[in-house]
């Protein structure tokens, strides 16, 4: 299973750009979609965005226009890349299979945290 670690996080500016990045130890050539997930503070973690294997992807609406998500399946990597962000994208986040069980294996997260 996809094993992943994210990076690119940090503090900026409403308004700023981050792009996340998402290096997985198993390959995701195989996995039809894979997603980004934000966790805010006291808020359970949910999707912002997907991706499937042939490129098609979803945003949740808050997102949409600011975010895009794309993949490397020859690295074996997701990106994320965010722009105009806002204090409510503020949060911890992971990437991984848009398929979660229970037995999934999440990351660390990145935190991003946007300052108004």
């Known amino acids: 299973q996809v094993q992943p670690v994210e990076s690119g996080g940090g503090l900026v500016q409403a308004g700023g750009s981050l792009r996340l990045s998402c290096a997985t130890s198993?390959?995701?050539?195989?996995?039809?979609?894979m997603a980004w997930y934000r966790q805010a503070p006291g808020k359970q973690r949910h999707v912002v965005a997907s991706?499937?294997?042939?490129?098609?992807?979803i945003y949740v609406d808050s997102v949409k226009g600011r975010f895009t998500i794309s993949r490397d399946n020859a690295k074996n990597t997701v990106y994320l890349q965010m722009n105009s962000l806002k204090p409510e994208d503020t949060g911890v986040y992971y990437c991984?299979?848009?398929?979660?069980?229970?037995?999934?294996?999440w990351g660390q997260g990145t935190q991003v945290t946007v300052s108004s």
């Open positions: 991706i499937t294997s042939t490129g098609n992807t």
């Open positions: 198993g390959s995701i050539f195989s996995i039809d979609a």
């Open positions: 991984n299979s848009a398929v979660i069980t229970v037995n999934t294996y």
